[in-house]
């Protein structure tokens, strides 16, 4: 009998590994607003959903790094589900306080952009399975707001 378990057990996982899953990119990481509270960015992700059924987004977590330092983090607010069969593109506002961009100086230089690091977690819920966690990262650099993007 145990063998006739462990003989189900190894099936179901394997089933589950080679399930097909949604993929997710992501695409850029562009400025979008100054405000009295900070700078908001917009980071671009493209998710795929291979299955014919909407999928819902349980959860979208960021933490935005410059220099090793953590510079803003949190999570997307109400971010919807995937369409079936269609790549959609998700727009996570990230949000950095001007106190922590004044504290980026140093790395400002001449070109007036910062290196980061984009760290997400995507947490899809797929039926049956449950949910899975997507983890992205993007590395690059983000243009710090000029006096024309203030006025």
């Known amino acids: 009998m145990s063998e006739l378990v462990e003989k189900a057990k ?18 850029d990481v562009d400025l979008k607003k100054v405000s009295r509270d ?5 980071a671009k992700v493209s998710v ?12 979208v977590t960021y933490t935005l790094k410059s220099d090793g330092r953590v510079i803003a983090s949190g999570n997307m607010e109400d ?13 996570v506002p990230v949000k950095v306080l ?3 961009v ?6 400002i230089g001449a070109d ?11 947490i899809i819920d797929l039926p ?9 990262s993007r590395k690059g650099e983000i243009k710090l707001p000029s006096l024309s993007d203030v006025f």
């Open 10 to 27: 190894n099936y179901v996982a394997e089933k589950v590994a080679n399930i097909k899953k949604p993929e997710a990119t992501v695409d």
């Open 38 to 42: 900070g700078v908001t960015y917009i």
């Open 48 to 59: 795929s959903n291979p299955y014919g059924t909407s999928l819902p987004i349980c959860e």
């Open 79 to 91: 971010p919807g589900s995937l369409p079936g069969n269609q790549t959609t593109v998700l727009e």
């Open 98 to 100: 001007h106190s922590v």
């Open 102 to 107: 004044v504290s980026l100086v140093r790395d």
């Open 112 to 122: 007036w952009d910062i290196d980061y690091q984009l760290d997400l977690a995507l």
């Open 128 to 136: 049956v399975i449950g949910d899975i966690t997507i983890p992205l």
